[in-house]
């Protein structure tokens, strides 16, 4: 269910997959595997959730939480047929990756 696409500091950069649409099911599961998910009001970290909506020396401040639907696939109820949208990273949640420090990860690649 989640990919580890960029590993930092303090933080992971996840791919997660829906398997069930369940609501809330990406924030429940990283929660649980003991990873909240960053600026999370519901299952996160609140302390850091606090801290992160401040700037601290190179880390620029978080005011969201940091999911984000990169891409969504559907059938399209008139004709049928899958449908895949995208979008990219929001320019907030851009400079927060930025700003942190990467940590190299034996077999994952530094992507920039």
């Given at each position: 269910m989640f990919t580890l696409l960029r590993k930092y500091?303090?933080?992971?950069?996840?791919?997660?997959e829906l398997?069930?649409?369940?609501?809330?099911q990406i924030r429940v599961h990283a929660a649980s595997s003991g990873?909240?998910?960053a600026g999370d009001d519901k299952y996160g970290d609140f302390a850091l959730n606090r801290l992160l909506q401040k700037a601290d020396g190179k880390r620029v401040a978080l005011k969201r939480m940091f999911l984000h639907a990169h891409q969504i696939t559907f059938v399209h109820p008139e004709s049928g047929?899958?449908?895949?949208l995208n979008a990219p990273l929001t320019p907030e949640c851009l400079r927060f990756l930025a700003s942190l420090t990467e940590a190299p990860v034996a077999?994952?690649?530094v992507v920039k």
């Open positions: 500091e303090n933080f992971a950069f996840l791919e997660a398997k069930t649409g369940r609501t809330h990873f909240p998910i047929k899958p449908m895949t077999g994952v690649p």
